[in-house]
């Protein structure tokens, strides 16, 4: 079982840049696809990127296509979130999570989560 813990968010303005991090540990950490989720008030958490176990295939959501991007570490067990020309509408609480399947951008795939970080994008 892997347990997973996020840091780096934080307030940024129109336009900047965050980098979020997933230090994970606890279990084999190459065994485990490793995806990003966001999840704004009131709404759905709904997935942003995912990575596959060694890094070859990456995905991601059509409104961060272009401005994010995913990328892990199989040596510090960790995964990355860089996130460029950030947007009011990227505000949300980012959570890192570990799936056994590919390909999945679902919640319901991904069987352990994170606590979550705020990323508060001002206009």
């Known amino acids: 079982q892997v347990q997973v813990v996020e840091s780096g968010g934080g307030l940024v303005q129109a336009g900047g840049s965050l980098r979020l991090s997933c230090a994970a540990s606890?279990?084999?950490?190459?065994?485990?696809?490793m995806g990003w989720f966001r999840q704004a008030p009131g709404k759905e958490r709904e997935f942003v990127a995912y990575?596959?176990?060694?890094?070859?295939?990456?995905s991601y959501a059509d409104s961060v296509k272009g401005r994010f991007t995913i990328s892990r570490d199989n040596v510090k067990t960790s995964v990355y979130l860089q996130m460029n020309s950030l947007k009011p509408d990227d505000t949300a609480v980012y959570y890192c999570?570990?799936?056994?399947?590919?390909?999945?951008?679902?919640?319901?795939?991904?069987?352990?989560w994170g606590q979550g970080t705020q990323v508060t994008v001002s206009s």
């Open positions: 606890g279990g084999t950490f190459s065994r485990y696809v």
């Open positions: 999570a570990a799936a056994t399947v590919l390909g999945s951008t679902s919640p319901q795939a991904y069987d352990y």
């Open positions: 990575i596959s176990r060694y890094g070859r295939s990456t």
